[in-house]
Nanobody, 116 residues
Framework: QVRLVESGGGSVQPGGSLRLSCAAS????????MGWYRQAPGKQREFVATITSDGNTNYADSVKGRFTISRENTGVKVNLQMNSLKPDDTAVYYCTVRRTWFNDLWGQGTQVTVSS
């Protein structure tokens, strides 16, 4: 079974930084894009950022200028560099992969907590 695994979550003070990573357990074919979503307790899961195989990126307005998404040249792996973190960034962050002809893949999530 193909699986996505996130890592890099943790607790930081406002203004701090974290780097999240997501890697596939096996080969994944026909990838259209990879990205990150997040979900705070009691709230809907929201879009954060995506990146295509061509390197085109898209960001939610709330994270533009602070977060940077990137992918590795080999394998299916995506990273999210998060700078100038705010308390509102506190959430569980999920990695996702959109594939042609296949269902979306989702990781189990990694907790990010921003507090003084």
């Amino acid at each position: 079974q193909v699986r996505l695994v996130e890592s890099g979550g943790g607790s930081v003070q406002p203004g701090g930084s974290l780097r999240l990573s997501c890697a596939a357990s096996g080969n994944i074919f026909s990838v259209e894009y990879m990205g990150w979503y997040r979900q705070a307790p009691g709230k809907q899961r929201e879009f954060v950022a995506t990146i295509t195989s061509d390197g085109n990126t898209n960001y939610a307005d709330s994270v533009k200028g602070r977060f940077t998404i990137s992918r590795e040249n080999t394998g299916v792996k995506v990273n999210l560099q998060m700078n100038s973190l705010k308390p509102d960034d506190t959430a569980v962050y999920y990695c996702t992969v959109r594939r042609t002809w296949f269902n979306d893949l989702w990781g189990q999530g990694t907790q990010v907590t921003v507090s003084s």
